[in-house]
């Protein structure tokens, strides 16, 4: 494995726990982790009382050109949407009374010194 791919693969890691503690503390039930399907994938599955909540984690480094809350294109708002209908197809434990579903976002930007971790609830997808 590439040395970039093995660092990039960790931070990744890295943030999308740092994003599940983050749910966690305010509230919401981690379900599932990086859940594949139709093409795409969900990086955290949660529950917040009767809603399912689809989450995405971004993660920017000091230099990036952008935020990671702005890094979301249209290709991956597809893609999300896509994974999020295979998902809801195949699994019926994701089914209860009464469900409503929600994406949100999880965007940690890196900053000389720390981060910026960005909670965006209801993000239209």
């Known amino acids: ?49 009767r809603c399912l909540v689809f989450v995405e984690v971004r993660l920017r480094g000091e230099r990036a050109w952008t935020t990671a809350s702005a890094s979301i294109d249209t290709r991956k708002r597809q893609r999300l949407r896509s994974c999020a209908r295979g998902l809801l197809a195949g699994r ?21 010194g720390g981060c910026r971790l960005e909670h965006l609830r209801g993000v239209e997808i």
């Open 1 to 49: 494995m590439d040395t970039r791919q093995s660092k990039a693969a960790r931070r990744g890691a890295l943030a999308q726990e740092m994003a599940a503690s983050y749910l966690r503390l305010r509230g919401l039930e981690i379900l599932d982790h990086n859940r594949r399907a139709q093409g795409g994938e969900i990086d955290l599955l949660a529950r917040e009382g």
């Open 92 to 112: 019926d434990d994701l089914r209860w009374p009464a469900r409503e579903l929600r994406f949100d976002v999880v965007a940690i930007d890196l900053e000389e």
